[in-house]
């Protein structure tokens, strides 16, 4: 990617359990918060992409409309919460290409939990005509099976995953717009009820209603320290092609690029944001990504701890875990808390000196995996 153009803002509405505003609303706090973010109004903006399970039949230009603003590019975001890593990715590009001169993404959905499964059973061809006909039971079933394979091949633990969980918990006791701040233990997680063995309570996401924009425009525009680089991305979709249940996804196909293209590894990363729909996701992400061999993430997760002040901060605003899963929202607040984090923003959560970081998204379950991989590497730039 280039040194030239980047994130110059970033911003994250408020989030709810439930909700009387409208989606159209979460969309517009989010993307006045960024605005703002950036030093900049709405008629600066000449670019939008936008992803929403529920916008449909609206598009990126009825948003346009909506907002009141004429583009000259319009994106909208697929391949479910892996699709807002490559929206940005594509956003930097058209910028770069003189499409447009700023370009706003903005990613958010209103789900509450019913909302949420009523959306999968409809959520493509395969799962509409294929699983839910024959009781498909959502994400949770699914991504039991992926946990149990993992478990039963590899050795993982119940334990050595619900740190991921304990340790999210932690932070976003640290994050005011967090739905789920009450403290965690291991003791809290492990005698949770059960949901689809082996997952738990803690292991699934809420959902909720929210949304997160970026603002990508020229470097200069912002002060020094404001602005955050993305110095190498790539998305892959629908790998292993074929497998029901695969205990790897298409991080494996551009890794090596990913961290070339960046000239760094991953134990140059000061934080990781993974997509953290299950803790089984992130494991697998931490696999696929090089920070440690496949297989070998349970004594990995032994080594580590993933507060934001620890050897490995994860998902330093809670994740979805803990913050929410704001429908497609979730693979952009990826994006939206590395940037609070580069610019030194996220107060009690601070990552100290963090000046480069991973974030890494997933996303569209299809007939037996998630299809979607994305991930980028990003820098503060001076």
Known sequence: MTGDIGIIGYGQSVY??????????FL???SRRALESAGMKMRDIDGLAVGSFELPPDNAVTLAEQFGISIGWAYMVTAGSGGPIPAVLNAIRAVEAGQAES??????DT???QGLFDMMDDLNGALRDYAAPHGFGGPNGLLAMVTSKHMNRFGTTAEQLGRICVDQRANAGLNDNALLRDPMTMDDYLSARPIADPLRLYDCVMACAGAEAVVIGPLDRVPGGHGVRVLSGYERHNHPPGETVPLEGGWTMFRDRLWNDAGMGPGDMQFLNAYDDYPIMVAIQLEDLGFCAKGDVGPYLDTLTMTHDGNLPLNTGGGQLSCGQSGMGG????????CRQLRGEAGARQVEGARRGCVSGYGMVGYGHGLAASAAVLEVAS
């Not at 709810?16 to 609303?25: A, C, G, H, I, Q």
């Open 103 to 108: 370009v706003l993404v903005v990613v958010g």
């Open 331 to 338: 693979g952009l607040m990826l994006v939206t808390e590395a």
């Open 111 to 113: 789900y509450d939990v």
């Open 28 to 30: 517009a706090d989010a």
């Open 16 to 25: 709810e359990k439930k909700t009387e505003r409208s989606l159209m609303w």
